[in-house]
C-alpha cells in the first residue's frame, strides 16, 4: 500500500495500492502544472467507518506520494482519461474504479 500525504499531516495521509497512487500522481501533476485547484474525493474504507472524504487540492499545498514498491508500473489509458474527465468536472477527481483490461484506451508505460 502506498500512502497520499497531503500538507504536511502524514498521520492523516490516504492509504492505495501503488497502481491507483501511480495513476492518481499522473493525473494530480497535470492538473498543478496547469496551476488548477480541484476536489478530490474517495470511499472511505469501512475499516476507517465507510463513508466519503473530500479535500480540496491546490498546487501551493505540499503533496507527497509515497510507494511501498513503485516501480515498473505500467499505466491504464482509460483509466488516465476518465480519472482526468472526473478531474475537469464540477465534482472534482473522484477515485473511479480501473477498467477492465482491453477497455477503450490501451496502456502506456
Known sequence: MGRLIYSNFPNQAIELDDRTLAHLQ????????????????????????????TVWMHPGIPLQFS??????LELNRAWLAALANSANSALGLQLLPEPEPGAAGGTAA
Open 67 to 72: 510507494y511501498r514498491h513503485g516501480a515498473g
Open 26 to 53: 499522473v493525473v494530480i501533476g497535470a492538473k498543478f502544472r496547469r496551476r488548477e485547484a480541484f476536489y478530490f474525493s474517495w470511499s472511505d474504507g469501512v475499516e476507517n467507518g465507510g463513508g466519503r472524504s
